[in-house]
């Protein structure tokens, strides 16, 4: 049965050890929190690749929204629980997930996108639009230009499309890119905005 956790089951040991304990701090936190208050408050937002829940998803829950997690690392998903109880979470796949089965104010992928296929990637985008209310809004991770490079903890091909096909898959998926900006990881956000009339 292949990996759907792109590698990060099998160093999610190393994982927790390095990143999974932070709270309230670390790369990203700010950006994310940035965003979190730009949705409608107690808003609902999904988590997609929520990994162990600190530090990126707790952000949300501390901004007082109703997050759902998925992760596809088994290892993630249980600490995901030990870490935010009550909030709920599934072990899936994105490519497959049924995103609980709702839609959400926002949806967020922070390091997931380009762990995935580009196949995976172009058409999960649409997929995420389908599940954001009107006026919803989409945050992700992804370098701006196309390129390709081997991810530091797993050594597996991570791909990034590239922000001109990200914006045109963006676009024909009803979404609007807001803004784009980079956090002092040198992590690239792409902020994209449902069309209300959609």
């Known amino acids: 049965m292949p990996d759907r956790s792109n590698g990060y089951e099998g160093i999610a040991a190393e994982f927790l050890a390095r990143r999974g304990s932070g709270r309230g701090t670390g790369i990203g936190v700010t950006m994310v929190r940035r965003w979190a208050r730009l949705l409608p408050q107690g808003g609902t937002v999904i988590d997609l690749g929520c990994g162990p829940g600190f530090p990126i998803t707790e952000v949300l829950v ?14 993630f998903v249980e600490a995901f629980r030990r870490n935010l109880p009550g909030v709920p979470v599934m072990c899936e796949a994105v ?13 967020l992928a922070w390091g997931l996108m380009f762990l995935l296929a580009p196949d995976d990637q172009r058409r999960l985008i649409p997929r995420i639009a389908a599940v954001l209310a009107p006026g919803g809004r989409l945050l992700f991770t992804a370098p701006a230009e196309p390129l390709a490079w081997n991810d530091a903890m797993t ?23 807001e803004s784009e900006y980079e956090d002092e990881g040198q992590n690239h ?5 449902k069309h209300a009339s959609v």
């Open 62 to 75: 501390a901004e007082g929204l109703s997050v759902f997690g998925v992760d596809a690392a088994p290892s």
């Open 95 to 107: 490519q497959e997930s049924q995103f609980f089965g709702r839609t959400f104010d926002g949806a």
């Open 155 to 177: 050594g597996l091909e991570s791909r990034s499309l590239g922000a001109e096909e990200y914006r045109h898959a963006l676009s024909g998926a009803g979404l609007r890119v």
């Open 189 to 193: 956000y792409f902020d994209a905005l």
